[in-house]
């Protein structure tokens, strides 16, 4: 009989926040009522039960049409006018992703946890509101935000790198918050690709005090990123993010480069017969997927133009193409290097973060160097 009054109050309380219009603190303090409820086995409790899921279904299905519409109004950099995000609504893949399976059941777990937020929200919890993807470039990163958005029926928010960074003291930080604002006042999936531009570690002695203010706006946006849209940060160089960084995501999956079984089933998904994929994918291992789809595309428009079979279109592609890979990858390398020298690292430094020996480093940056000249 003792708890009869504290039942009362929550009621009460239950009627203010819905008056108010508190929507998320309503749907918590209904989720304990309704769990309180079934231990006194009351039969309100399924009536109360349904009928906060079918409310928040038809809500999830307002919220995406009028996302859809809000998401083409972007915000802009105050002076060159240049919009700080890209839209893409509905977001259809041409093909399905192939991912190692560490990966697939991530992303589905998380894709689980969205399409059942009603159950969650009952249980007093939320689905994961922000993810990290991290690993080698080329591996599914950027897709994986693709296709979270395409299973969600969610508008796909890119940040506009170009525009977004300025090299004006603050315009940086203030165009971020821009982004960050505008992607969380509508249910939509917001990809932060090239994560490490922005929360780059605040121990560098070489960063100015604006780069340490960018880092602090996003430690609090992760931490107060709403249930309704899902935050997506993408990153080739984990190595480069603020400790601080990691520990805020709900979600973190680590990329590995691409792998045999991998290259063979994209491959044969993309056309290729399982023999020829086999013949294929030993010389690709560890190559960005990106190139894999790239390789059939240029095979494919060889065969139209010069009437060559497409096995033999795209086996010569292919020894070019493993020509080419290395010739970037070393070009890759030789960029990181000047920019992080440029940060006034020394060549030491460098070294530990390439996993080179300094005197590497150096013969690296001295052909460079004759190279330009």
Same mark, same amino acid.
């Given at each position: 009989?003792?708890?009869?009054?504290?039942?009362?109050?929550?009621? *009460?309380?239950? *009627?203010?926040?819905?008056? /108010? =219009?508190?929507?998320?603190?309503?749907?918590?303090?209904?989720?304990? %009522?309704?769990?309180?409820?079934?231990?006194?086995?009351?039969? &309100?409790?399924? %009536?109360?039960?349904?009928?906060?899921? @079918?409310?928040?279904?038809?809500?999830?299905?307002?919220?995406?049409?009028?996302? /859809?519409?809000?998401?083409?109004?972007?915000?802009?950099?105050?002076?060159?006018?240049?919009?700080?995000?890209?839209?893409?609504?509905?977001?259809?893949?041409?093909?399905?992703?192939?991912?190692?399976?560490?990966?697939?059941? =991530?992303?589905?777990? &998380?894709?689980?946890?969205? #399409?059942?937020?009603?159950?969650?929200?009952?249980?007093?919890?939320?689905?994961?509101?922000?993810?990290?993807?991290?690993?080698?470039?080329?591996?599914?990163?950027?897709?994986?935000?693709?296709?979270?958005?395409?299973?969600?029926?969610?508008? %796909?928010?890119? &940040?506009?790198?170009?525009?977004?960074?300025?090299?004006?003291?603050?315009?940086?930080?203030?165009?971020?918050?821009?982004? &960050?604002?505008?992607?969380?006042?509508?249910?939509?999936?917001?990809?932060? @690709?090239?994560? @490490?531009?922005?929360?780059?570690?605040?121990?560098?002695?070489?960063?100015?005090?604006?780069?340490?203010?960018?880092?602090n706006v996003l430690?609090?946006?992760? @931490?107060?990123?709403?249930?309704?849209?899902?935050? !997506?940060?993408?990153?080739?160089?984990?190595?480069?993010?603020d400790r601080a960084?990691?520990?805020?995501?709900?979600?973190?999956?680590?990329?590995?480069?691409?792998?045999?079984?991998?290259?063979?089933?994209?491959?044969?998904?993309?056309?290729?017969?399982?023999?020829?994929?086999?013949?294929?994918?030993? =010389?690709?291992?560890?190559?960005?997927?990106?190139?894999?789809?790239?390789?059939?595309?240029?095979?494919?428009?060889?065969?139209?133009?010069?009437?060559? #079979?497409?096995?033999?279109?795209?086996?010569?592609?292919?020894?070019?193409?493993?020509?080419?890979?290395? *010739?970037?990858?070393? /070009?890759?390398?030789?960029? !990181?290097?000047?920019?992080?020298?440029?940060?006034?690292?020394?060549?030491?430094? *460098?070294?530990?973060?390439?996993?080179?020996?300094?005197?590497?480093?150096?013969?690296m940056l001295a052909?460079?160097?004759?190279?330009?000249?």
């Amino acid at each position: 009989m003792s708890s009869a009054p504290a039942s009362h109050a929550e009621w *009460i309380a239950l *009627i203010r926040e819905g008056c /108010a =219009g508190n929507a998320q603190p309503f749907q918590l303090r209904l989720s304990r %009522l309704i769990a309180r409820l079934r231990r006194e086995k009351s039969p &309100l409790a399924d %009536l109360l039960s349904k009928a906060l899921s @079918d409310a928040n279904a038809a809500h999830m299905t307002l919220a995406r049409d009028s996302a /859809a519409q809000q998401a083409t109004l972007v915000p802009v950099d105050a002076e060159s006018s240049l919009p700080l995000t890209t839209v893409l609504y509905p977001v259809v893949l041409d093909h399905h992703p192939v991912w190692p399976s560490e990966i697939e059941k =991530g992303l589905r777990a &998380l894709v689980d946890e969205w #399409t059942n937020a009603g159950k969650l929200i009952e249980a007093g919890l939320a689905p994961s509101r922000t993810v990290l993807l991290s690993g080698p470039p080329g591996t599914g990163k950027t897709l994986s935000a693709g296709y979270l958005a395409e299973q969600l029926n969610l508008p %796909l928010v890119s &940040l506009n790198l170009a525009a977004t960074v300025n090299s004006l003291l603050g315009k940086t930080g203030n165009n971020l918050t821009r982004v &960050l604002n505008h992607a969380r006042a509508q249910p939509c999936v917001l990809l932060l @690709d090239e994560f @490490d531009t922005f929360a780059k570690r605040r121990d560098d002695g070489q960063d100015v005090g604006e780069l340490k203010r960018v880092v602090n706006v996003l430690l609090q946006a992760i @931490d107060e990123w709403p249930s309704t849209s899902l935050l !997506v940060a993408a990153t080739n160089h984990e190595e480069l993010l603020d400790r601080a960084i990691f520990r805020r995501f709900d979600f973190w999956l680590r990329f590995p480069s691409s792998t045999l079984p991998q290259i063979e089933a994209l491959l044969i998904q993309l056309g290729c017969a399982a023999n020829l994929a086999s013949q294929l994918a030993p =010389g690709m291992v560890g190559q960005p997927l990106s190139d894999v789809h790239r390789l059939v595309i240029r095979a494919k428009r060889k065969v139209i133009l010069e009437g060559k #079979t497409f096995e033999h279109s795209i086996l010569s592609l292919a020894n070019q193409t493993s020509i080419d890979t290395e *010739i970037r990858a070393e /070009a890759d390398r030789i960029s !990181v290097v000047h920019r992080l020298r440029a940060e006034g690292k020394s060549m030491r430094a *460098i070294g530990r973060e390439l996993g080179l020996n300094a005197s590497s480093v150096s013969r690296m940056l001295a052909r460079s160097d004759k190279e330009k000249s």
